[in-house]
């Protein structure tokens, strides 16, 4: 007889750490975050380098961090999950639906990596904020993961297809990742996409170059978003 697969459940998720506070890891809330361990990208400018293993085991248990939800119902407005990369791990829907029925709203972070898990999540999702790397041509050398750029667009593609469903894109740049030019070429394929939001950091990592951008220049890349904002 062959064997029945084990269900999924949230108690499956690896956690790398939790922040039981924030005002603004999710857009209008306040919110706890719940950081996902592993990541299979190598962005040199990665701000969570602790979490990238995926072999590393969690820190915290899912049902301490439902313990701590429950303790937290009508104070907290929402839980945001970050990285990592949540979507590599397929108890992240699972622990969304908890989270919704615990009367949260929940949002996540991610840059798109696995769209079938994105899809899975969909349902469960209120706010998601979308790392857009780098235009088509220049995916790959960043993240240094080949196809990353076709999965990001795929992604994309589902969020955009989802009907009431808040989108924050946002890119982080310096001249040193890609050219102004490439910048600017990045801002026309989004807004031909229709993205709604799209927010820049500028990256200032030392030894960076500091190609800045000028007030016109963020003028112009504003113009071309119903949102934009640069960080």
Known sequence: ????R???TAEGLRIGGLTRLTGIDFPGRLAAVVFCQGCSWRCGYCHNPAL?????PGVLAWSDVRAFLR????LLDGVVFSGGEPTLQAALAPALAEVRA???VTGLHTGGMVPERLAQALPWLD????DIKAPA????????????GARAAQSLRLLLDRGGLALECRTTWHAGLFSRDDLFRLADALAAQLVPHWVLQTCSEPGAPQDG???????????????????
């Not at 007889?1 to 029945?4: I, L, S, Y």
């Not at 706010?127 to 979308?130: F, T």
């Not at 041509?137 to 990353?148: C, K, L, V």
């Open 71 to 74: 303790q937290r119902q009508g």
């Open 102 to 104: 615990l009367g949260f």
């Open 137 to 148: 041509h220049r995916y790959d050398a960043i993240t240094r993961t080949p196809g990353s």
């Open 6 to 8: 084990p269900a999924v």
């Open 52 to 56: 990238l293993d995926a072999a590393a």
């Open 213 to 231: 951008l000028s007030a016109s220049d963020l003028a112009d890349l504003g113009a071309r978003f119903q949102r934009f904002e640069c960080r």
């Open 127 to 130: 706010w998601v904020g979308l």
């Open 1 to 4: 007889m062959r064997a029945t």
